[in-house]
């Protein structure tokens, strides 16, 4: 039981990105849009874009021992991507990578991984495919979805709010599993942020998971229940200036053949900056 306990934990120490890391992007359902009445101009993504993204994430991952005792392991990690946006079209290179603690050749291994999808003019990506196959690599583009905001529309105005939903199959860790995902948005109103007048999008978003996988050979599921919150900062003419993320996540990870569950629980704060030195300057 010793050796599957510690089997299980070296594949949540491996873990990523919180919540889904998925194989295919499960394209969202739009909900009605409730929007503002201000006069205020409305902003628009740009439709040719080129710019540096840093991403800065830290890890806290608490498992219940079966002993009952806890045990918590810390996580984190550093990259660079060069983003371009085309009518239609994404794409990013990952440029450097490091991760704490380290993981050998693995991160070698995926720097230089180039993702590509479509992108609707509400910032939505679809079919999101990268040029290297690997678990780490299918995590990385999860935080690639996630560095545009989805707008209600093609522009955005200070003060509304609107949502959208998603379904579909994703990959958590060692599992794949079926997920579904309910997204709140809302605009506030221009603030001045170093130096910069952006308007704050604001998420909040919840999703559950069900899955199944096997770790040297012995099968195992997975149920987990998560929430993202995040601030998105876009600038006056449609540029995403800064993002912040925070994720919580419930798992319970159950061995049927041993009947041995270990419930855990993985909090993570992260934080893209883009522009040429990565404070916002292009």
């Known amino acids: 039981m010793r050796s599957t306990r510690q089997s299980v934990l070296l594949a949540l120490a491996v873990s990523s990105l919180a919540g889904a890391c998925s194989a295919r992007s499960p394209e969202p359902t739009p909900a009605p849009v409730r929007r503002a009445t201000n006069a205020n101009a409305p902003l628009s993504l740009p439709r040719d874009w080129a710019t540096t993204v840093f991403l800065e994430r830290e890890d806290s991952l608490i498992l219940t021992l079966p002993s009952g005792g806890r045990q918590v392991q810390r996580q984190g990690r550093s990259a660079r991507f060069t983003l371009t946006l085309t009518p239609g079209a994404i794409r990013v290179r990952l440029d450097t990578l490091v991760l704490r603690p380290s993981l050998g050749d693995q991160t070698n291994d995926v720097i230089g991984t180039i993702w590509t999808a479509r992108i609707g003019e509400s910032g939505r990506i679809y079919a999101l495919q990268a040029t290297r196959g690997s678990p780490l690599a299918e995590e990385i583009g999860n935080a690639v ?80 229940q998560g929430r993202r919150t995040a601030t998105y900062y876009m600038t006056l003419d449609g540029r995403v200036d800064a993002a912040v993320m925070q994720d919580s996540v419930v798992k319970l990870i159950t061995i049927p053949a041993t009947r041995q569950s270990i419930p855990t629980m993985q909090f993570n704060r992260t934080e893209l900056r883009f522009g040429s030195d990565g404070r916002g300057r292009r």
């Open 145 to 224: 979805r996630a560095m545009i905001p989805r707008l209600p529309g093609e522009t955005v105005r200070p003060g509304e709010s609107w949502s959208d939903s998603s379904s579909g199959a994703v990959r958590v860790d060692i599992f794949r599993a079926t997920e579904q995902r309910t997204s709140r948005w809302s605009s506030g109103e221009r603030v001045d942020r170093n130096g910069l007048s952006v308007l704050p999008i604001r998420l909040r978003e919840d999703y559950e998971q069900l899955g199944r996988g096997d770790q040297s050979g012995r099968q195992m599921t997975m149920t987990a």
